[in-house]
C-alpha cells in the first residue's frame, strides 16, 4: 500500500511556558486564535500547536534548524513593524534571488522566518 499524504495538519511549536508563546504568536505576529483550543492559533490554512514536552516527560529542545516560513507580502515592511514590538532578528534581510528571507526566534528560541517569493525559480 502507497501512503498518500494529501495535506499538512499542524505545526507543533515546542514551549516551557505556553501563555508566554501564546501571547506572541497572537499579540506579537497576529496570528488568528483558534476558537475552540486556546493554545492553537493559524497562519492561512497552517494549525500551530503550542505544546510542552516537559509536562509530558520530555526533555524541552528548541526547533533551531527547521525555519518555519510566515509568508508576508513585504518582508522589509513586516521587520520593521516586528522590529517595534521588540523581536531581534538574526542578520540581515537576506534575497536568494527568488525570495526574501528574514530570519527570528520565539520567546523559545523555536526559528521562525518572515519569507516572500517575489519570482518564480528559473
Known sequence: ??????????VAVPSQD????????LDT??????QKSQYE????????AIWEPEQQGMPFAAQTCAHIALHVDD?????????????????????TGVCHMALFSDPDGNSLMLHHRYKPRE
Open 1 to 10: 500500500m502507497d501512503i498518500a499524504i494529501t495535506k499538512l495538519d499542524f
Open 29 to 34: 505576529l497576529g496570528l488568528r486564535p483558534d
Open 41 to 48: 492559533f493559524w497562519a492561512g490554512q497552517t494549525c500551530f
Open 75 to 95: 518582508v522589509a515592511a513586516a521587520r520593521a513593524a516586528l522590529e517595534e514590538k521588540g523581536v531581534a532578528f538574526h542578520g540581515d534581510t537576506f534575497d
Open 18 to 25: 505556553a501563555a508566554r508563546t501564546r501571547a506572541f504568536y
